[in-house]
């Protein structure tokens, strides 16, 4: 039953998600060629103390006086909420290949990739990453803002054992890979 | 006179065991006012208890967060569905999916098991529900399917058979958020559109605030929180029924 579906997600990734290329033959265009990180470097978890703009805004989460915003992909922007009239950025938590957020008493959980992160946020200046459940969520759709760019077009498609995809830019690429 | 000087010590050495004690469960007491975050209708984590429920495309996962540096999953199950949301009140989630509205028991936490379901045409659809009733709204788009795009009201009295009460059609419905009687519903581009639900058989729309493309939102204590496309708008709703624009926070 398992193996039936994780052949039934490989074959639905070929089907809609690499789009063959409008042109029949290869050549190189202006893309989105994906920006690698190592594992590890990808992986790691910072704090910046000071507010950041939002590009890919995403889900919220309330608790006590702080708000929690998902940037897709990048991480989550920390609301001070003390005083609604004056809420305001002020911090960031990167965490690469993140999409969902969940708080219990001072524990923020979210998903890096395709791992379950648990951080420790009780300190206002830093945040500890305190467990990480690597490969947690096998079936990988959380992350296709992480194997595919955002808007439509031709985009880098080349993967990497030892480096994770952590962002796009501009660049002349192959037209390998198309998105509708 | 040895002995006696021991048994001082231990004794003095026990009370400051109890008194470390004493002093961290009252710490851990005056925190459990507020101990789970809120979650938007859109989210794709849920926790209840000591348990986190996420749910991906496809599957629904359980872990037992009850030591918080140490997850342990309990539980997978995978779905031949698309599943968009999950929703924990009480001893259920209800999931929405494309294909329909499930509703899984969590009495046994750590492992779900389904009860109820309601399908529908295919779409996207947010729930947020209370003891009688779940509120869901479907999208019809060339994404999501072509359902008839709205606020579809289930009874959810009996949670083995969910049924259909009342459907009010309106376009770009998305994440929605339930106060007492008053249900929030974000219609992107369309505005906020606010509904007295005291009667959930027959929600009675009272107005559309307007000014933002609202994407979800979470009523949070006399604060509604809305995730909007400019950034996260504040609104005072010591009056549910009207809310009062208080701050936004923009994305730049």
């Known amino acids: 039953m398992r193996i039936l579906f994780f052949l039934f997600i490989i074959g639905s990734l070929c089907s809609c998600w690499t789009r063959h290329r409008p042109e029949t033959y290869r050549k190189k265009v202006i893309g989105n060629k994906a920006i690698f990180e190592t594992l590890q470097k990808a992986k790691e978890i910072t704090y910046e103390n000071t507010a950041r703009s939002v590009q890919v805004p995403g889900n919220i989460c309330a608790i006590g006086n702080k708000i929690y915003q998902l940037e897709f992909g990048k991480g989550i922007h920390v609301i001070d909420n003390s005083i609604p009239s004056q809420a305001h950025r002020i911090g960031f938590i990167k965490v690469n290949g993140s999409s969902q957020l969940s708080i219990k008493d001072d524990h923020l959980y979210v998903n890096s990739f395709n791992d379950l992160v648990v951080l420790d946020i009780s300190n206002n200046n830093t945040v500890t990453e305190l467990n990480r459940l690597s490969g947690t969520f096998p079936d990988g759709m959380f992350n296709y803002w992480m194997v595919q760019p955002d808007e439509p077009g031709y985009y880098e498609c080349t993967w990497y054992a030892d480096s994770l995809i952590v962002g796009w830019r501009k660049d002349s690429i192959w037209n390998d890979c198309y998105k509708d | 006179m040895n002995y006696s000087l021991l048994k001082l010590m231990v004794v003095l050495s026990f009370s400051c065991v109890l008194f470390s004690c004493s002093k961290e469960s009252a710490g851990t007491e005056s925190r459990a006012t507020n101990t789970t975050g809120t979650n938007g209708s859109l989210s794709r984590f849920a926790i209840s208890g000591d348990y986190l429920y996420v749910v991906s495309n496809w599957a629904l996962y359980t872990y ?169 708008m504040l609104y005072d709703i010591s009056d549910p029924s009207n809310p009062v624009a208080v701050k936004l926070i923009s994305n730049t």
Request: hydrophobic fraction near 35%; proline fraction near 7%.
């Open chain 2, 64 to 232: 037992n967060i009850a030591d918080p540096g140490n997850p342990v999953k309990t539980n997978e199950e995978v779905f031949a569905f698309n599943i968009e949301t999950i929703y924990p009140y009480k001893n259920h989630l209800f999931i929405g999916t494309t294909t329909g509205l499930y509703i899984y028991s969590i009495a046994n936490p750590g492992t779900p098991v389904l009860e109820g379901e309601a399908s529908h045409a295919r779409s996207c659809d947010p729930v947020v529900a209370n003891d009688s009733v779940a509120f869901v709204t479907l999208k019809g788009s060339s994404r999501c399917g072509p359902a008839t795009s709205g606020l579809y009201v289930h009874d959810v009295q009996d949670l083995f058979h969910p049924t259909l009460m009342k459907t009010i059609a309106f376009d770009n419905p998305e994440g929605l958020g339930l106060k007492g009687d008053v249900l929030y519903v974000c219609c992107n581009e369309d505005g906020l559109k606010v509904f007295n639900v005291q009667n959930p058989a027959n929600p009675v729309e009272i107005r559309t605030v307007t000014g933002a493309n609202f994407k979800d939102v979470i009523p949070y204590g006399n604060i509604l929180i809305c995730y909007v496309s400019t950034g996260i």
